[in-house]
């Protein structure tokens, strides 16, 4: 399945290209003593020009049947290419980029691979209940490995500590897998999906 880039993706973000879009599909979900569970998820990566992609994850729990049972969670937030920012990129706080992105063309994307022949990736996400991550990790081809980097959590929000994902892309369906690290617990398996796109 050819991938497709569209025109006016800013060009840092043509490593994710083969994440635009949206997509669905269904996996399951558990963790330590907590039973198996099937989830439906739909998740979206949009661009609007800045060097980030937005993120957006919903997950409905199913009953056995595979019908909808009730939503159980969202997630949502920003995948970009780990870098120094400077003084043309956005930020902080509404200051605004400059209008020529700091990464004007391939050649520029292409000086930022690592020794391992991929790109440095960062991502931010929030969840309800107090809880945010900041995952590093590398993008190569479509792979994406990830491991938190640092966990922010609200007094009252539940224990969490670490976590790691990985997602892929196989005969052109998105795979991921989730292992975290939570309520006293080590890092072990929670949640995998595989997801279609659509539209």
Known sequence: MPIEIPSDLTPELVPFAWLLGTWEGE????????????????????QNGLPFLQYRAETTLLD???????PATAE?????????????????????????????????????????????????????????????GQIKGPRIDLATDAVVRARGAKEYSAATRMYGLVHGDLFWAWDMAALGDPL????????????
């Open 188 to 199: 072990a398996t929670h949640a995998s999906a595989q997801l279609r796109k659509v539209g």
């Open 27 to 46: 996996g399951f979900l558990g963790y330590g003593d907590v039973e198996q569970r099937p989830f439906r998820q739909r998740v979206s990566f949009e």
């Open 64 to 70: 056995e049947e595979g019908q909808p049972l009730r």
């Open 76 to 136: 949502q937030g920003f995948w970009q290419l780990d870098r120094p920012l400077e003084d043309g990129d956005v930020g902080p706080g509404m200051l605004p980029p400059d209008v020529v992105p700091v990464l004007r063309n391939a050649e520029d994307v292409e000086r930022l691979r690592n020794a391992d022949g991929g790109f440095d990736v960062l991502v931010t996400l929030t969840h309800p209940g107090g809880m945010a991550e900041l995952y590093v």
